[in-house]
T-cell receptor, first 111, second 109 residues
Framework: DGGITQSPKYLFRKEGQNVTLSCEQN?????MYWYRQDPGQGLRLIYYSQIVNDFQKGDIAEGYSVSREKKESFPLTVTSAQKNPTAFYLC??????????FGPGTRLTVT | GEDVEQSLFLSVREGDSSVINCTYT??????LYWYKQEPGAGLQLLTYIFSNMDMKQDQRLTVLLNKKDKHLSLRIADTQTGDSAIYFC?????????FGTGTRLQVFP
């Protein structure tokens, strides 16, 4: 898991509530990413940020929001507009050699 | 858009070789990666290959790249039960990392 922290490991929320997933890194990497993984499926890119104060939508950004105010932090907010928020969420960073490093993930369950 | 494709399952006997295949989509990808995911965990980078290489060997792992066919493979020699996991290939178009659908490798005694 390197120097990437995602907390908590398990998160439970009621439908209609926004929830923010944290991702912190001490690897000094510029680029950070959020992915969603559903059972039996690959990873899908939600948002990514290549530098502080800048981020881009990935393939499935609807219902999510992010901020990148600090190099070390890239929080993801799952809003009530996200129709199927229950999933495993993975944060990652990328170094200058294009190697990606993943956090341990947060499993979000919305009921 | 097009998907990065992998077969869903592979089952091998302990000690045999495993070959996991991947068809990617973006010929401009500078690097192509293989990741391993164990249950309930994040992804672990196994190896990668630079786009100007045909082959890379790293201990039990051999990566083959066919750029003409956009085909990538990962061979695991002497497969062990600890190799049981989901394996993802990934391409790198424009600063993003796009993952394949993942291949679940099951190793039986």
């Amino acid at each position: 898991d390197g120097g990437i922290t995602q907390s908590p490991k398990y998160l439970f929320r009621k439908e209609g509530q926004n929830v923010t997933l944290s991702c912190e890194q001490n690897l000094n990497h510029d680029a950070m990413y959020w992915y969603r993984q559903d059972p039996g499926q690959g990873l899908r890119l939600i948002y990514y940020s290549q530098i502080v104060n800048d981020f881009q939508k990935g393939d499935i950004a609807e219902g999510y929001s992010v901020s990148r105010e600090k190099k070390e932090s890239f929080p993801l907010t799952v809003t009530s507009a996200q129709k199927n928020p229950t999933a495993f969420y993975l944060c990652a960073t990328r170094d200058s050699l294009y190697e990606q490093y993943f956090g341990p993930g947060t499993r979000l369950t919305v009921t | 858009g097009e998907d990065v494709e992998q077969s869903l399952f592979l089952s091998v006997r302990e000690g045999d070789s495993s070959v996991i295949n991947c068809t990617y989509t973006d010929s401009s990808s500078t690097y192509l990666y293989w990741y391993k995911q164990e249950p309930g965990a994040g992804l672990q980078l196994l190896t990668y290959i630079f786009s100007n290489m045909d082959m890379k060997q790293d201990q039990r792992l051999t990566v083959l790249l066919n750029k003409k066919d956009k085909h990538l493979s990962l061979r695991i020699a002497d497969t062990q039960t600890g190799d049981s996991a989901i394996y993802f290939c990934a391409e790198t178009p424009g600063g993003k990392l796009i993952f394949g659908t993942g291949t679940r490798l099951q190793v039986f005694p």
